[in-house]
């Protein structure tokens, strides 16, 4: 009777700490290789933004994506010489904020190869919208102590 107690206490909390069916299929959404094709911002104007404290808006478009969701990893390729073209490396995680919106809030570290983080940065986002073939982040910064809204937009090359 006691080791079934125990088995099942330690199915319950297994099952509170895996994520909601809900993240579990978005992660298998995000599952593949993305092009970030296009950013926006709220305001209208000419801004100077450094995504993730790693190049300009304009090396981003047109980089590609690739996420792992079943180890949280993933991998993003600058092309552009002049932005230092190659891989970088982030795990990432997707929790869901709000059941009844159906809203996430999307987490991403920059790591190096291994995983690792030199900086221990990492950077919140919100997942506004996810199917099979587009993608949309949305990162909240402040302007002049205003917000101000990034707007990423993904479309999925394969999986």
């Not at 509170?16 to 926006?40: F, N, T």
Request: net charge negative; proline share 3%; aromatic share 12%.
């Amino acid at each position: 009777m006691k080791k079934l107690f125990l088995m099942g206490l330690m199915l319950f909390t297994i099952a509170a700490c895996a994520p909601s069916k809900v993240v579990q299929e978005s992660r298998k959404v995000m599952k593949g290789y993305w092009s970030l094709d296009s950013i926006s911002y709220s305001e209208s104007g000419t801004f100077d933004v450094q995504l993730l404290h790693d190049a300009s808006v304009d090396c981003f478009e047109g980089s590609t994506w690739r996420f792992i969701p079943n180890n949280n990893t993933g991998v993003y390729t600058i092309e552009d010489a002049d932005c230092g073209a190659g891989d970088r490396n982030f795990v990432f995680t997707v929790q869901e904020v709000d059941k009844d919106s159906g809203l996430y809030d999307f987490l991403l570290k920059p790591t190096n190869v291994k995983g690792k983080s030199d900086s221990n940065a990492g950077y919140r986002m919100n997942l506004e919208q996810l199917s099979d073939d587009n993608m949309q982040w949305k990162q909240t910064v402040t302007l002049e102590g205003k917000p101000f809204q990034i707007y990423m937009n993904f479309s999925k090359i394969s999986n």
